[in-house]
């Protein structure tokens, strides 16, 4: 039933909770990339841009801050919700 719904949609608007733990930026990210941009392209512009040894340990300190701010969003309870 609900699967009917959201396709008949013409926008969803799904709350995920209080803003906590870097969802904040998360979600800003993700409003960022358009449809077509990849995680791939992001990832190769990032060490693209990455010249010297220490841009490039900052270029792997910052990726994997953003591997955490998803997983901390990934595991919010909302996706663990079974609809009927």
């Known amino acids: 039933m609900m699967g009917k719904i959201f396709a008949g949609a013409e926008r969803v608007v799904s709350w995920l909770g209080l803003a906590d733990d870097g ?46 701010i998803f997983r901390t969003l990934d595991d919010r309870s909302y996706w663990r919700r079974v609809w009927i």
């Open 23 to 68: 969802s904040d930026q998360a979600m800003e990210m993700l409003r960022s990339l358009d449809s077509k941009t990849s995680w791939d392209a992001l990832l190769t512009e990032l060490y693209r841009k990455t010249g010297s040894q220490r841009q490039l340990v900052e270029a792997d300190r910052r990726l994997a801050e953003v591997k955490t």
